[in-house]
Nanobody, 127 residues
């Protein structure tokens, strides 16, 4: 079965950096687009970033554009999220997810477009 395991979360001061990793197994990784979402306490899960199966295309939420970078290594079945210039409002549990095959570009930005999810890794940014 598909398994996604996130790592790299933690506590960091505002302005600092973290790199999240998501190791995937149980799927032909290089054929799937991937995404990162986050969920803050009391809020809905929201889109952060996505990357195409080849890694040649990326998409970002406006709130993280210019600060976060999504990347993947298909040889290692791993997707990354480099987070720089972190802000307290970035505090959340971060989830990686496998995007389902869809012709709808809008599905890229919503949780329903991703059938497989990791357990999440917590990121806390202190002010």
């Amino acid at each position: 079965q598909v398994q996604l395991v996130e790592s790299g979360g933690g506590l960091v001061q505002a302005g600092g950096s973290l790199r999240l990793s998501c190791a995937a197994s149980g799927l032909f990784f290089s054929t799937y687009a991937m995404g990162w979402f986050r969920q803050a306490p009391g809020k809905e899960r929201e889109f952060v970033a996505a990357i195409s199966s080849s890694g040649g295309s990326t998409w970002y939420a406006d709130s993280v554009k210019g600060r976060f970078t999504i990347a993947r290594d298909n040889a290692k079945n791993t997707v990354y999220l480099q987070m720089n210039s972190l802000k307290p409002e970035d505090t959340a549990v971060y989830f990686c997810a496998v995007r389902g095959y869809s012709s709808s570009s809008s599905s890229r930005y919503v949780p329903s477009g991703y059938p497989y999810w990791g357990q999440g890794t917590r990121v806390t940014v202190s002010s």
